[in-house]
Structure formats: structure tokens, C-alpha cells
């Protein structure tokens, strides 16, 4: 745990900062960089990340069934949809270790704008993707290939600033500047849920099928290309590479790193995986029952969506200040102790008609937002100061893929086959696994 801990008049002022050289002590004259600067290049590149995320999300389940599945029934076509989503989760881990070694050889500018390029052009090839009208079977493998790429962009897109952020901040502050890269994924979805219900409200269904759904995917196009300049901006300085060097921010061998942190991997995706769970559970999920099972249209309940990620981005707030009171791995347990309970009313309150199920998307969002807002936290504190750069992207893969990858498409296909008891249990499920893995790892602790 010392690689975490950082003293607080070291943080404020990194100008003044001393070196030892050849036995003398020196002065460095460079710049300061305050926690600040790193803090807003940190919601930048999220926010442009999440808003992709969840513009793909929301169009498999309000496009791609009837525009790539048009022969299969509503329920099945969206199953496939959610199929052809799982596939960013797989490729996520495989584009870390790739850019990794692009970063090792070429340096980090040309990783990350490597991997933004690729994303930004397989968001824009969905939104250019001939239909399986005009292309058939074709289509499916495009948008698929799409997707891969998509999750192979968006791992290779760490840039570890919020690892540098979680180390330079003030020490009583670690869990304020820990949320903040997590305000990202409210941010994202008001934006991504905004446009299409705009979109709904204002076009045919026939138009919004046609060509409507494609200019959210244009908009996250030209996002990623203004996210990518304001992270290059940063990342380039030599005030950043410095900070970086200091703390031993640097990629390492992903096998290396495997067998000495393995335990450290999977302790940290496990601790955080109720919030995962939770994550697509209270998005996009829901967004698919309604749809199928109910006479609310789409973009009534995407308002209500909307909503609950502006008390998502309150909690995600909020977790920052409680955890900086009580601890992180307090506050973690606590949520998933929650999240156990709120597991166990998901059948009373989805089929409770519109309030109940009001009720379940503005708590379900309020929750996830003090759970997720320590999330990052969870899955980077492990980590010696030589593994902590390639450790937390890897951990954050895994916890991705374990716990939110699948969530739509099983919990849709348990509700749908089973009923919505099963959905509860696959909720508890990660609840217990989070709860499991934060008592027997006492290193997320964040109070001095």
C-alpha cells in the first residue's frame, strides 16, 4: 500500500518538488501539474468513452433487432443484439495488451492515438453499415467486426490518468478525486439518452429506422475527435511524462504482470462487480423489458433514464465524499450490501406498472452512483508501483467482461424464459462475490 500513499503538501506542489542525483539534491523547474488539471482530462476521455458505450447500447435495443434481424422475432433479434455487444468486453483485454506493447515501442502519444483513430472509425462505420436489407448476412459480420473493434480501441485507450490522479491526490481527498473520471458514464448516457429520445419523439418509426438512429453514432464520431486533442494536450507535456516516470506509470509485460498480480487481478474485478452488475442492469436491460414487455413507448422511459443518471452523477458525487469519511472499502461494502437488497424487489417493482418501475431506474441509478463512483478505486489500489499502470487497465477489463458484459443478455434471457426472480438472483450473485472478495482484502482502505 505505500505505492498509494503520497503526502499532501508533496501533491499541491509539484513545482517544488526535490531529486536526489549523483548524491546532491536538486530542484526540479518543471511546471506544476495540480490534481485538478489531471482530474479534467480524466472526465473528458470518459465521458467521450461512455457516451459511445451507451449510444451503441441504447440502438441494440431500439435499432439493430428490426434493421439486422429483421426475420427474427423482436426477443430474439435483441438477444443477438446483445450477443453482438458482449463482443467489445471479449476484445477489450486483448486491445490492453496489444497497446501496451505499441506504447512500450512507440510511446504513448501514438498508443492513444492509435487507438482513438480505431474507434472513432468503427463508430463511424456503424453509422455508415448497410442494412440487412441492402447487404443480409453481411451486414451481421460487419457490425460485429465493428464492435471488436470498438472493444479493442477503447482498452487500448487507457491512459493511465486516473492512476496518476489516484496517486497525486491530496491524501484526505483520494476518494473525491477518484469519482471524478466516474462522472463520465452519467454524463455519457444523459447525452447518448437524450439524442434518442429526441430522435423517437420526433421522427416516424419508419424514419428513425431508416436513417435517424445513425446521427447519434455521427455525433460520438466527432466527440471521440475533440476528446482525442483535449487527452493529447495533456498527455504530450512533459510535466505529464515526468509525473508518469515518477510514479513508475509505465506499461509492463501483461504475462509478467499475470503471474505476479494474478491474485491482485481477480480480487480487484470481484470487488467492484456488484457495481458492474448493477451497471447495465439498471441501463440497458430495462430499456429492452420495457420495449418488449410493456406499453410505455421508448422515449417516455429514456426521460425517466435520463433522470436517474442525474442522481447517478449526484451519487457518483456524493461516494467521493463518503468514502474520504469512512474508507473506500467501507463505503464499497456498504453499496453492495444494498445493492443485495435492492436485488431482491426487482420483480415487485418491474412489475409494478410505471411507478414501480419508475422507482426501480431512479433508485437503481441513485445506488449505482455511490457504488460506481469508487469503482476505479477498487480495482487500482492493489497494485505495487511497477504493476499499477498495466494492472488497473487489465483489472478494469476483467471486471467489464465478469460483470457487465453479459449482464443484458442474460438477464434478459433469464426474465424472459424464467421470470424476473432470476434476474434478482444474478444481481445477489454479484453482490455476494463484491462482498466476498472486500473482506478478505483490507488494501482499499483510503483513510490515513
Same mark, same amino acid.
Given at each position: 500500500?505505500?505505492?498509494?500513499?503520497?503526502?499532501?503538501?508533496?501533491?499541491?506542489? =509539484?513545482?517544488?518538488?526535490?531529486?536526489?542525483?549523483?548524491?546532491?539534491?536538486?530542484?526540479?523547474?518543471?511546471?506544476?501539474?495540480?490534481?485538478? $488539471?489531471?482530474?479534467?482530462?480524466?472526465?473528458?476521455?470518459?465521458?467521450?468513452?461512455? =457516451?459511445?458505450?451507451?449510444?451503441?447500447?441504447?440502438?441494440?435495443?431500439?435499432?439493430?433487432?428490426?434493421?439486422?434481424?429483421?426475420? $427474427?422475432?423482436?426477443?430474439?433479434?435483441?438477444?443477438?443484439?446483445?450477443?453482438?455487444?458482449?463482443? +467489445?468486453?471479449?476484445?477489450?483485454?486483448?486491445?490492453?495488451? %496489444? =497497446?501496451?506493447?505499441?506504447?512500450?515501442?512507440?510511446?504513448? $502519444?501514438?498508443?492513444?492515438?492509435?487507438?482513438?483513430?480505431?474507434?472513432?472509425?468503427?463508430?463511424? &462505420?456503424?453509422?455508415?453499415?448497410?442494412?440487412? $436489407?441492402?447487404?443480409?448476412?453481411?451486414?451481421?459480420? *460487419?457490425?460485429? #467486426?465493428?464492435?471488436?473493434?470498438?472493444?479493442? %480501441?477503447?482498452?487500448?485507450?487507457?491512459?493511465?490518468?486516473?492512476?496518476? *490522479?489516484?496517486?497525486?491526490?491530496?491524501?484526505?481527498?483520494?476518494?473525491?478525486?477518484?469519482?471524478? &473520471?466516474?462522472?463520465?458514464? /452519467?454524463?455519457?448516457?444523459?447525452?447518448?439518452?437524450?439524442?434518442?429520445?429526441?430522435?423517437?419523439?420526433?421522427?416516424?418509426?419508419?424514419?428513425?429506422?431508416?436513417?435517424?438512429?445513425?446521427?447519434?453514432?455521427?455525433?460520438?464520431?466527432?466527440?471521440?475527435?475533440?476528446? @482525442?486533442?483535449?487527452?493529447?494536450?495533456?498527455?504530450?507535456? /512533459?510535466?505529464?511524462?515526468? *509525473?508518469?516516470?515518477?510514479?513508475? #506509470?509505465? /506499461?509492463?509485460?501483461?504475462?509478467?504482470?499475470?503471474?505476479?498480480?494474478?491474485?491482485?487481478?481477480?480480487?480487484?474485478?470481484?470487488?467492484?462487480?456488484?457495481?458492474?452488475?448493477?451497471?447495465? @442492469?439498471?441501463?440497458?436491460?430495462?430499456?429492452?423489458?420495457?420495449?418488449?414487455?410493456?406499453?410505455?413507448?421508448?422515449?417516455?422511459?429514456?426521460?425517466?433514464?435520463?433522470?436517474?443518471?442525474?442522481?447517478?452523477?449526484? &451519487?457518483?458525487?456524493?461516494?467521493?465524499?463518503?468514502?474520504?469519511?469512512?474508507?473506500?472499502?467501507?463505503?464499497?461494502?456498504?453499496?453492495?450490501?444494498?445493492?443485495?437488497?435492492?436485488?431482491?424487489?426487482?420483480?415487485?417493482?418491474?412489475?409494478?406498472?410505471? =411507478?414501480?418501475?419508475?422507482?426501480?431506474?431512479?433508485?437503481?441509478?441513485?445506488?449505482?452512483? @455511490?457504488?460506481?463512483?469508487?469503482?476505479?478505486? %477498487?480495482?487500482? +489500489?492493489?497494485? /505495487?508501483?511497477?504493476?499499477?499502470?498495466?494492472?488497473?487497465? @487489465?483489472?478494469?477489463? *476483467?471486471?467489464?467482461?465478469?460483470?457487465?458484459?453479459?449482464?443484458?443478455?442474460?438477464?434478459?434471457?433469464?426474465?424472459?424464459?424464467?421470470? #424476473?426472480?432470476?434476474?434478482?438472483?444474478?444481481?445477489?450473485? &454479484?453482490? +455476494?462475490?463484491?462482498?466476498?472478495?472486500?473482506?478478505?482484502?483490507?488494501?482499499?482502505?483510503?483513510?490515513?
Amino acid at each position: 500500500m505505500t505505492s498509494i500513499h503520497i503526502n499532501s503538501e508533496h501533491s499541491a506542489n =509539484f513545482s517544488s518538488q526535490s531529486t536526489v542525483k549523483d548524491g546532491q539534491t536538486t530542484r526540479s523547474d518543471h511546471p506544476e501539474i495540480a490534481p485538478g $488539471e489531471i482530474a479534467i482530462g480524466v472526465v473528458i476521455g470518459r465521458a467521450s468513452e461512455y =457516451f459511445d458505450f451507451f449510444v451503441y447500447a441504447i440502438a441494440s435495443v431500439l435499432v439493430f433487432p428490426a434493421v439486422f434481424f429483421p426475420s $427474427e422475432p423482436q426477443l430474439e433479434g435483441t438477444l443477438y443484439a446483445f450477443v453482438i455487444f458482449s463482443f +467489445a468486453f471479449l476484445a477489450r483485454p486483448f486491445g490492453t495488451v %496489444a =497497446f501496451m506493447a505499441i506504447q512500450r515501442y512507440f510511446g504513448r $502519444e501514438v498508443k492513444l492515438t492509435a487507438a482513438l483513430f480505431i474507434l472513432g472509425l468503427s463508430t463511424a &462505420g456503424i453509422a455508415f453499415l448497410p442494412t440487412y $436489407e441492402h447487404l443480409g448476412f453481411a451486414s451481421i459480420v *460487419l457490425l460485429s #467486426l465493428l464492435r471488436i473493434g470498438q472493444g479493442i %480501441a477503447l482498452g487500448g485507450s487507457w491512459d493511465g490518468l486516473p492512476s496518476l *490522479l489516484a496517486l497525486n491526490a491530496p491524501a484526505n481527498k483520494r476518494g473525491w478525486y477518484a469519482m471524478m &473520471g466516474q462522472l463520465g458514464a /452519467p454524463i455519457g448516457f444523459i447525452v447518448a439518452g437524450s439524442l434518442f429520445a429526441y430522435m423517437l419523439a420526433n421522427l416516424t418509426t419508419d424514419d428513425f429506422l431508416d436513417w435517424g438512429w445513425r446521427y447519434p453514432f455521427y455525433v460520438a464520431f466527432a466527440i471521440n475527435v475533440v476528446a @482525442l486533442f483535449a487527452r493529447l494536450r495533456l498527455v504530450s507535456t /512533459p510535466e505529464y511524462a515526468r *509525473l508518469l516516470d515518477e510514479r513508475e #506509470l509505465e /506499461p509492463t509485460n501483461a504475462i509478467e504482470m499475470t503471474r505476479s498480480q494474478g491474485r491482485n487481478l481477480i480480487i480487484g474485478a470481484l470487488a467492484a462487480l456488484a457495481s458492474y452488475a448493477l451497471f447495465h @442492469l439498471v441501463t440497458v436491460f430495462p430499456l429492452s423489458w420495457i420495449t418488449l414487455y410493456s406499453l410505455r413507448a421508448p422515449s417516455d422511459f429514456l426521460h425517466i433514464e435520463i433522470i436517474g443518471a442525474v442522481l447517478m452523477a449526484v &451519487g457518483v458525487v456524493a461516494s467521493g465524499l463518503i468514502a474520504d469519511r469512512i474508507g473506500r472499502r467501507t463505503t464499497l461494502g456498504a453499496c453492495a450490501l444494498l445493492i443485495a437488497i435492492l436485488s431482491a424487489f426487482v420483480p415487485t417493482l418491474m412489475n409494478g406498472g410505471e =411507478f414501480g418501475q419508475n422507482a426501480f431506474i431512479l433508485l437503481g441509478f441513485s445506488l449505482l452512483g @455511490l457504488s460506481y463512483g469508487q469503482a476505479a478505486g %477498487a480495482v487500482t +489500489a492493489n497494485f /505495487p508501483a511497477k504493476y499499477r499502470y498495466t494492472g488497473a487497465a @487489465l483489472t478494469s477489463d *476483467l471486471a467489464w467482461l465478469v460483470g457487465a458484459g453479459f449482464a443484458p443478455l442474460v438477464a434478459l434471457g433469464l426474465s424472459a424464459h424464467f421470470g #424476473l426472480a432470476y434476474v434478482s438472483f444474478y444481481l445477489l450473485s &454479484g453482490a +455476494a462475490c463484491s462482498m466476498a472478495a472486500l473482506s478478505l482484502n483490507r488494501a482499499l482502505e483510503i483513510r490515513d
